[in-house]
């Protein structure tokens, strides 16, 4: 699976955002639904720490590898090392690219979190494998969360020069919002509390991918 086709339906995940299922349990019913990629992002004031959230990332590492899921580790580029993740993803604060590049290698995938034009384009440069652009609409799960960018960012994205690089959207992104992020022009969509706070992780994932098939 290349990136592009990998971004399709992204979901974003750590024990504080399980609302209704333990994380494994929600991984598990999210990948039966059809997800693409899992990045495992540990977050909040009620985030595990140490030995508690390594623990779990083994857990939900194990889960992606048994389906072919592939597994990406928010911030912390030791842990994704340790893991053996299949990448890591980034935010502007999270350090520099270049070294993070360094760190893991080539045959890792690295994201990065682009909020303008400027950043997108600069995190091209750095060597990112795709860019996270958001957030797309207004959202409670990130306390410090920028602005709102709106898909439009997506669309001037592409249109300024990156007509195929691997976008995600990011942010807010409901079923009912979803197909504003497909027709900007990404690549897909990047999830939390929409598939990991559903009644059904199953059927809410496999509700994204259908939109996707049918409206873009
Ligand atoms: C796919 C994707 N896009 C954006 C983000 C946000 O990253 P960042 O801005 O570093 O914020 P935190 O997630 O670290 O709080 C992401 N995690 N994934
Ligand atoms: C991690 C992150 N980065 C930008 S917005 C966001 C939170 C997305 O969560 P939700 O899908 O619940 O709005
Ligand atoms: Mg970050």
Not at 48 to 67: A, F, I
Not at 69 to 85: K, Q, S
Not at 153 to 163: Q, Y
Request: aromatic share 6%; hydrophobic share 40%; net charge negative.
């Amino acid at each position: 699976m290349n990136v592009s086709e990998a971004l399709k339906l992204y979901l974003v995940m750590g024990s504080t955002n399980c609302r209704v299922f333990d994380p494994e349990k929600t991984l598990a019913e999210a990948i039966e639904g059809g997800i693409t990629l899992f990045q495992f992002r540990e977050k909040g004031n009620e985030a595990l720490k140490e030995n508690d959230c390594l623990y779990l990332g083994q857990n939900l590492r194990q889960l992606c590898k048994k389906n072919k899921i592939p597994f990406i580790v928010n911030d912390d580029i030791e842990m994704a090392l340790e893991l053996h993740a299949d990448g890591v993803h980034i935010g502007q604060d999270d350090g520099d690219p270049y070294r993070t590049r360094k760190q893991i290698g080539e045959n890792m995938w690295m994201g990065v979190s682009t909020h303008s034009i400027t950043e997108a384009h600069k995190a091209v440069k750095d060597g990112a494998d795709y860019i996270g652009v958001g957030p797309m609409f207004p959202t409670k799960t990130k306390e410090d969360a920028h602005q709102v960018v709106g898909p439009d960012l997506i669309k001037t994205i592409r249109r300024s020069g990156l007509d195929q690089f691997p976008i995600v959207g990011i942010g807010g992104i409901t079923l009912d919002r979803a197909n504003l992020v497909y027709e900007a022009g990404a690549n897909g969509v990047a999830v939390i509390s929409a598939i990991s706070g559903a009644e059904s992780p199953k059927q809410a994932a496999a509700e994204f991918l259908s939109i996707k098939a049918t409206k873009i």
